[in-house]
Each structure stands twice: as C-alpha cells, then as structure tokens.
C-alpha cells in the first residue's frame, strides 16, 4: 500500500505550483526530492518511475531558487532562514554545484554572526540551526560549529528520552546528520558509540510516529498541504531504504 501511495503521491506533486505555497513549507518536499534523486541514482531502472536525475533535481533547484530574496529579509524569523540556508547545501551535497555551497556557507555565517562581533553564537537551539552548525563543520572544518551542534543534540536527547515523541520527530534528521557528519569525526569513540546506541534505541519510537502520520493521512478524507509532504517525505526515505536493504542482501548473501 505504501510504494502505491508513494507513486501516487510523486505525481500528484510534480503538478504543484511551487510559488503557490511560502517557501518555508517546501523544506520537506525538496528533501523528498533529494532522497529520491539519490534512489535514482543508486537504482537507474528506476528512471522509468520517477523521471532521470536531472529532471528530478530541476524540480530541487526550482524550490532553492525561491530562497535567495527569503535569507536576505531579516524580518523573516532566524529559524527559518537557517533552514533556508541548510537546504542550499544538502542541494550541493547531489549536485556539485560551488555557488549553491557558497551561498548557503555565506548565508550561514550571516546567521550565526548577527551579534557583529564576530563571534560565533547561536541565535535559537532549533534542528534548523542545529542542521547549519553541522554543514558549517562538514564543509568548512570549523570545529566551534561542530562543538556547539553536539550540545543542541544532547539537550534534544535529553528531552526525548522523556518520552517526548514531537520533539524527537521534528529533531531526528538533525540528531542523524550530527551522528553522521559531526560524530564520527569529532567525538571519542566511546562518545560516538554511545550516541550510535541511543540512534538504534530512538529509532524504533521514530517509526511508530511516522507510520501514526501515514495511518491519519491514509484514513483521512481531507489532508492539508503540509501533512501531504510530511507523508511524501516519509514514504520517500522509506522507499531507499527499502530498496538498499534488498539489494544489499543480494550483494552480501547471509
């Protein structure tokens, strides 16, 4: 049921006039986006579904090319600016394009610098920040960037391990990309393994929350906007990974 609603909804949103919604709601379709681009990639046959990856990724770049007039308008909140910014380069992390990399670093920079005293600071303990402190440290070495992600995610961990399941949801790609790019290299061994664990541990509660917004979805008559993307971008990480673990069973038989 799921790989048919996830087809399904792919087309329904290739139809979507993107500059019919704010930009800030088009985070989650264009990681959508993204993680299908990737799947293609991977999977060429799968062309035949979704389109070649270069038509997937014009329909990415068509939702960054909203961005540049939104992180130069300071009356937008600093949230979500830094979102703004993040996607710009988890753009260039499938498409190597420099001035994609350029603009979300300068952006970032802008962001976390606001005080005017040079100084690194963060503006509000948000994923969007956390996700920019992680790029900063990934694409630009600045180890301070990578010092300060790792306490926004252990204070998110501290209030997930609470029970708090929105908060963990709305936190867990930015506890991924921290474990992912930021751990493996900055933390102890003992530190990264731990922090490993508690991924594998959180992992099952963040399931359970996802197949909840997938059943509401499915058994609902009326979904807005925002809901449809969630599930698209659920049901797309989903389908990757899905086809990673067949396929790798054939390239590793037990």
């Not at 922090?195 to 197949?211: C, F, K, M, Y």
């Not at 979805?217 to 979904?223: G, K, T």
């Not at 925002?226 to 067949?246: C, G, M, P, Q, S």
Request: aromatic share 10%.
């Amino acid at each position: 049921m799921e790989k048919g609603l996830f087809h399904d909804l792919y087309k329904q949103l290739d139809n979507l006039d993107l500059r019919s919604y704010p930009p800030a709601r088009l985070s989650g379709l264009l990681h959508g986006y993204l993680t299908v681009y990737s799947m293609v990639r991977v999977y060429p046959w799968l062309e035949r579904d979704f389109g070649t990856p270069g038509i997937i990724h014009e329909r990415a770049k068509s939702i960054v090319h909203l961005y540049p007039g939104q992180l130069q308008n300071d009356d937008i909140s600093v949230d979500t600016r830094a979102g703004y910014a993040a996607d710009k380069m988890d753009v260039y992390q499938v498409y190597s394009d420099l001035s994609y990399l350029k603009n979300g670093l300068d952006a970032a920079y802008r962001i976390l610098s606001a005080r005017g005293n040079g100084k690194i600071a963060l503006p509000c303990r948000t994923p969007n920040i956390c996700r920019l402190l992680c790029n900063c440290y990934y694409f630009a070495g600045d180890e301070e960037c990578g010092e300060l992600a790792g306490r926004l995610v252990t204070e998110a961990l501290g209030y997930t391990r609470g029970g708090n399941r929105e908060m963990l949801l709305s936190w867990w790609d930015a506890i991924c990309l921290y474990d992912d790019a930021v751990g493996a290299m900055m933390l102890p061994l003992e530190e990264h393994t731990r922090l490993g664990e508690e991924r594998a541990r959180l992992v099952v509660t963040v399931r359970q929350e996802e197949e909840e917004i997938v059943k509401r979805f499915l058994q609902s008559r009326e979904n807005g906007f925002d809901v449809t993307i969630k599930v698209f971008n659920i049901l797309a990480k989903r389908e990757f990974a899905a086809y990673n673990e067949r396929y790798a069973g054939l390239r590793n038989p037990r």
